[in-house]
């Protein structure tokens, strides 16, 4: 067997869904399913608006492109609305990413970069993670 992360994933953060409208949407996650709106954010790198709902310990993110030149504008035009992303939550983003490309998996970024709410984050390319694409996620000061 491989050695695992040295410092493991800690849980999945959050579920990422690519959609169309963010007002749409909310109409059904706060207002028919009832979770807590935790907030919005603009992340003009990835070029994406997004909004969080509290479901337990997992967060919903809704994902609405800013433009159709980017990736979840890429994703809406080929798959449609859907999951786009399912987020692992570590300590240590960097020794993560590291350790992911060392076994030969295709990290997208080669530093993590700036995500919503301030957190860092990095990417593992779907064709590698049996088609689901995987983000890595660290809160600032957390490790
Ligand atoms: N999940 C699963 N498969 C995906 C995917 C996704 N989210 N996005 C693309 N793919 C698939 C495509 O359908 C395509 O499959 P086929 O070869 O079978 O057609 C394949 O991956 C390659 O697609 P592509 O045309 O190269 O797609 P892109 O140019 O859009 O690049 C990717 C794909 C993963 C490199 C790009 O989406 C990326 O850089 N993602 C990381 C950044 C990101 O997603 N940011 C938004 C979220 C930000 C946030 O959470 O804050």
Request: charged residues 25%; negative net charge; proline residues 6%.
């Amino acid at each position: 067997m491989r050695p695992p992360l040295t410092t493991p994933v800690r849980q999945i953060d959050h579920i990422g869904i690519a959609v169309r409208s963010i007002e749409q949407a909310t109409v059904l996650f706060r207002d028919i399913l009832g979770l807590e709106h935790l907030g919005d954010d603009l992340v003009e790198d990835q070029g994406v608006k997004v909004a969080f709902f509290k479901a337990g310990e997992v967060k919903i993110e809704l994902l609405e492109p800013l433009s159709p030149d980017s990736p979840v504008g890429r994703f809406l035009d080929k798959r449609g609305q859907g999951v786009h992303h399912v987020a692992l939550r570590t300590d240590d983003i960097e020794a993560a990413s590291a350790h992911l490309s060392a076994e030969g998996l295709k990290v997208l970024y080669d530093a993590p970069r700036d995500g919503a709410h301030g957190k860092l984050i990095n990417f593992i390319h779907p064709a590698d993670t049996f088609g689901v694409l995987l983000e890595l996620t660290q809160r600032r000061g957390e490790r």
